[in-house]
């Protein structure tokens, strides 16, 4: 599980997923199938949490990576290809933006 620290030296990234509550358990299923499925075996991944806000229209899902590189080359395998399609098709859209930890309190 990732640790949130101030001089982390990897890639964090949070994707926000907005769905209609009648899609959230779907969605959730999908994101968790992927993870355990795919994505946690891939190199550089370090850990990540997935989060839905009380009214299922939101998942924020936040993950940390050893490298910027590790990320990216998860996104371009075939088999995440297919699944974000699938995953698209269960949300109104979904967005990855990478940060960098600035402060931790």
């Known amino acids: ?53 009380d009214a299922r229209t939101r998942i924020c899902n936040y993950s940390q990576w050893q490298r910027r590189e590790d990320y990216q080359a998860m996104l371009r395998t075939p088999e995440m290809r297919e699944r974000n399609r699938k995953i698209n098709e269960l949300c109104k859209g979904f967005e990855p933006v990478m940060y960098e930890v600035t402060g931790v309190f």
């Open 1 to 53: 599980m990732p640790t949130i620290a101030a001089d982390f030296p990897g890639q964090t990234v949070i994707t926000t997923f907005e769905m209609t509550p009648g899609t959230a358990d779907d969605l959730m299923e999908a994101l968790t199938a992927a993870y355990e499925a795919c994505i946690s075996r891939q190199p550089g991944f370090l850990g990540a949490g997935l989060h839905m806000n």
